[in-house]
């Protein structure tokens, strides 16, 4: 079991100034990849990332509208980067996301807290999503803490049930429109400030930086942050040590369902302002692991991942509606992007042959 | 009156196991192939885009040359290559397996996606193509099977109907789970495949090459995935949808699991799980108390509950996820 645990996590070795390098190659290798695709398709490439770059930059409304899209990827990539630090690979944030957005649409709009003020009910709401994403992750957690059952098949399996529970809730009990499977509007008192209207930007995105930031603190700068580390790091050295493993991995867990679950508490508090049925997911949970992965799982670099992604995905719809361009050459791109940086070698391989190339030329030289 | 009922019931008893036959075919095909990655080492979590990319070339396949049959095999060919390029970036480069898995899945959504607007200039779903036909295979005119009458009318009345007439994936999804564990237990390259899965430095050190075991597992997990997919595409329906998997190399992946890694054990818990489908369609025509989701999550749940011990218990081939490294000792 303990050797389970000590899967070896390539990312934590390397230096982050090469993490940052090998980000930078293989987010422009997969552009330069998505733009053959864009050949293939019979349009040109530089309209493509010309719509690409003014669905984000193009004016103050599309800027606004990049915090939007870049919010949720902030918190799923922070879950995600949470439970990496603890060794642990938590592909369940899509379904941490989901109970997080029904809790919080459910908080948000109950009869319970009518009348309650702003200052208590929009708490109440986020940490109803906290809550609910933390009880999610909990059971895998809980399983691999204490039963040694590896994370990775049961959160994906919690991905499906969270999808099917919800559904059921948002057709059955929480249905609030015989048309449309939704649930009821949240009040006023729940809902983030939009500004830079029409746009809908609002104070998700300060939330989620501020999250960032606790994130950053909690693991560098406490006790709990050490031990999660530790774990992560070296279990065998960190039980040695004292730290009570199995827990650490339990509360790595809750804290990273918790994150992606007070993500989808924002996103209906700020966004979507009820709870809508789409039945299928919503892509932000396993768009986040690309976001931990190139911002190396430091909240730092989640936050900067969130930001390139967020680009892509208002890219991705304004390349389909101004340049005739599929938007599904965006997920090949994103795809792109997850190989290269899990596949290090392939980036650093082609630098090692350059620079040994030159060295042969050097030589030559000499 | 009781005569229509108990007519009415036989009727849909009888279509539920039709029904739920068809629904486990693909993920037979998916999950065999999940047998044989992870039985070699290599975490599979990208069965469903493979299985997508098979769905969309069996059309393929099916709409130029006109011919399904072509189609299936376009959909083993290219589920391999597909596959094989996942094995390149986990085995020659050592990728986390289930990073790679997840960037895959998204990678074949993305491409079929893609290649659906480019090809057939539509968004969403393919033009209908020729899909394969239907066997009939007439298991009640067995040779002597009519000097046994209670034999001969419990063929009559539930072997054929259930049994008698499918599409050919069907039966060749249960002909393979068995032909895959004889492969497996049986031949040399079968265990020589499990050593490297359980012991890859061990069955370095008597010779059997490593990195080719897993490529072949690898390649040939994706041709079964693949054909799992054109069993969608070609076999349930004929036309290609876009993510029209909805998560069945997941239900696959589960079904392995659930099996216990081994062939047999994943055709009956696709043969279970195909079962809860069936169901599940069937409370929604007849209005079931229990709601439909929870037919939906019970394939999870039940995995789950293998994982944790609750019923048997479920343990994977130790080297499983791991990736190896011949350098380093």
């Known amino acids: 079991m303990l050797a389970e645990r000590?899967?070896?996590?390539?990312?934590?070795?390397?230096?982050?100034?090469?993490?940052?390098?090998?980000?930078?190659?293989?987010?422009?290798?997969?552009?330069?990849?998505?733009?053959?695709?864009?050949?293939?398709?019979?349009?040109?490439?530089l309209v493509g990332y010309q719509a690409l770059w003014q669905g984000s930059f193009g004016s103050l409304q599309n800027f606004a509208?990049?915090?939007?899209?870049?919010?949720?990827?902030?918190?799923?990539?922070l879950s995600i980067a949470v439970a990496y630090r603890a060794g642990l690979f938590n592909i369940g944030a899509e379904g941490q996301f989901i109970v997080g957005q029904i809790a919080g649409a459910?908080?948000?709009?109950?009869?319970?807290?009518?009348?309650?003020?702003?200052?208590?009910?929009?708490?109440?709401?986020?940490?109803?999503?906290?809550?609910?994403?933390?009880?999610?992750?909990?059971?895998?957690?809980?399983?691999?803490?204490?039963?040694?059952?590896?994370?990775?098949?049961?959160?994906?399996?919690?991905?499906?049930?969270?999808?099917?529970?919800?559904?059921?809730?948002?057709?059955?009990?929480?249905?609030?429109?015989?048309?449309?499977?939704?649930?009821?509007?949240?009040?006023?008192?729940?809902?983030?400030?939009?500004?830079?209207?029409?746009?809908?930007?609002?104070?998700?995105?300060?939330?989620?930086?501020?999250?960032?930031?606790?994130?950053?603190?909690?693991?560098?700068?406490?006790?709990?942050?050490?031990?999660?580390?530790?774990?992560?790091?070296?279990?065998?050295?960190?039980?040695?040590?004292?730290?009570?493993?199995?827990?650490?991995?339990?509360?790595?867990?809750?804290?990273?369902?918790?994150?992606?679950?007070?993500?989808?508490?924002?996103?209906?508090?700020?966004?979507?302002?009820?709870?809508?049925?789409?039945?299928?997911?919503?892509?932000?949970?396993?768009?986040?692991i690309a976001v931990a992965l190139l911002g190396n799982n430091h909240p730092l670099g989640v936050v900067g991942g969130a930001f390139l992604f967020g680009i892509f995905a208002r890219g991705a719809q304004l390349m389909q509606s101004v340049a005739d361009i599929p938007k599904e050459i965006i997920s090949v791109v994103t795809a792109v992007v997850i190989i290269?940086?899990?596949?290090?070698?392939?980036i650093r391989g082609l630098g090692r042959r350059r620079s040994s190339r030159r060295a042969k030329e050097v030589a030559a030289h000499v | 009156?009781?005569?229509?009922?108990?007519?009415?019931?036989?009727?849909?008893?009888?279509?539920?196991?039709?029904?739920?036959?068809?629904?486990?075919?693909?993920?037979?095909?998916?999950?065999?192939?999940?047998?044989?990655?992870?039985?070699?080492?290599?975490?599979?979590?990208?069965?469903d885009g493979i299985m997508l990319v098979g769905a969309f070339m069996a059309v393929m396949g099916s709409y130029f040359l006109k011919d399904p049959w072509l189609g299936l095999l376009i959909a083993l060919v290219s589920g391999a290559l597909f596959a094989l390029l996942f094995g390149v970036i986990v085995i020659r480069y050592r990728a986390d397996q289930v990073v790679t898995g997840v960037a895959f899945n998204m990678l074949a959504l993305g491409l079929t996606g893609f290649l659906l607007r480019l090809i057939f200039h539509h968004a969403g779903q393919s033009p209908m193509v020729a899909k394969l036909p239907d066997w009939v295979i007439p298991f009640n005119r067995f040779p002597g099977l009519s000097r046994f009458p209670a034999l001969q009318s419990f063929v009559d009345r539930w072997i054929q109907p259930v049994l008698g007439q499918h599409t050919p994936p069907v039966y060749l999804a249960i002909a393979a789970a068995f032909l895959a564990h004889y492969?497996?237990?049986?031949?040399?390259?079968?265990?020589?495949?499990?050593?490297?899965?359980?012991?890859?430095?061990?069955?370095?050190?008597?010779?059997?090459?490593?990195?080719?075991?897993?490529?072949?597992?690898?390649?040939?997990?994706?041709?079964?995935?693949?054909?799992?997919?054109?069993?969608?595409?070609?076999?349930?329906?004929?036309?290609?949808?876009?993510?029209?998997?909805?998560?069945?190399?997941?239900?696959?992946?589960?079904?392995?699991?659930?099996?216990?890694?081994?062939?047999?054990?994943?055709?009956?818990?696709?043969?279970?799980?195909?079962?809860?489908?069936?169901?599940?369609?069937?409370?929604q025509t007849l209005g079931f108390r229990v709601p439909r989701e929870f037919f939906l999550m019970l394939p999870y749940l039940l995995t789950m509950a293998v994982l944790a011990g609750v019923i048997g218990r479920a343990t994977p081939p130790a080297a499983d996820g791991k990736p190896y490294d011949k350098s380093h000792a």
Not at chain 1, 65 to 77: A, H, I, K, N
Not at chain 2, 28 to 42: C, D, K, T
Not at chain 2, 198 to 223: C, F, I, K, Q, W
């Open chain 1, 106 to 288: 459910w908080a948000g709009a109950a009869s319970v807290f009518t009348g309650w003020p702003m200052w208590a009910h929009l708490p109440v709401t986020l940490l109803a999503g906290f809550l609910a994403g933390g009880l999610w992750a909990a059971v895998p957690g809980l399983l691999k803490a204490y039963r040694g059952v590896h994370e990775v098949i049961n959160t994906i399996m919690m991905n499906w049930i969270a999808l099917y529970f919800t559904h059921w809730l948002v057709m059955g009990p929480l249905r609030a429109d015989p048309i449309v499977p939704r649930t009821k509007d949240i009040l006023p008192s729940a809902m983030l400030w939009r500004f830079l209207l029409p746009s809908r930007a609002n104070l998700g995105i300060v939330v989620a930086l501020l999250v960032a930031l606790a994130v950053w603190y909690l693991m560098w700068k406490t006790t709990v942050g050490y031990g999660i580390r530790a774990v992560g790091y070296n279990p065998s050295a960190a039980e040695y040590a004292g730290i009570p493993v199995a827990r650490h991995l339990l509360l790595a867990m809750i804290i990273s369902g918790g994150l992606a679950g007070l993500g989808g508490a924002v996103w209906v508090s700020g966004v979507q302002l009820k709870f809508l049925d789409i039945f299928t997911f919503t892509g932000y949970g396993f768009d986040g």
């Open chain 1, 65 to 77: 509208e990049l915090t939007v899209s870049m919010t949720p990827l902030v918190f799923t990539g």
């Open chain 1, 340 to 346: 290269l940086v899990a596949a290090d070698q392939i």
């Open chain 2, 183 to 283: 492969v497996l237990f049986r031949t040399p390259f079968g265990l020589r495949l499990r050593a490297v899965g359980e012991h890859p430095r061990a069955a370095d050190t008597v010779g059997v090459n490593v990195y080719a075991m897993r490529y072949l597992a690898v390649g040939l997990s994706g041709a079964l995935a693949g054909l799992g997919g054109a069993t969608l595409s070609l076999g349930l329906l004929s036309s290609f949808i876009e993510n029209m998997t909805s998560g069945r190399g997941f239900i696959a992946l589960a079904a392995m699991i659930f099996g216990k890694w081994t062939p047999l054990g994943a055709l009956g818990a696709c043969l279970l799980f195909g079962f809860f489908d069936a169901l599940q369609m069937l409370g």
């Open chain 2, 1 to 47: 009156m009781s005569d229509f009922w108990s007519s009415l019931t036989l009727l849909f008893q009888v279509g539920l196991f039709v029904s739920a036959l068809r629904a486990a075919t693909p993920l037979i095909f998916a999950a065999l192939g999940g047998v044989f990655s992870e039985r070699s080492g290599v975490v599979n979590i990208a069965l």
């Open chain 1, 6 to 45: 000590e899967r070896a996590f390539r990312p934590f070795r390397l230096e982050g100034l090469e993490r940052l390098w090998i980000a930078f190659a293989a987010v422009m290798l997969a552009l330069f990849l998505g733009a053959g695709f864009i050949l293939w398709a019979g349009k040109s490439p």
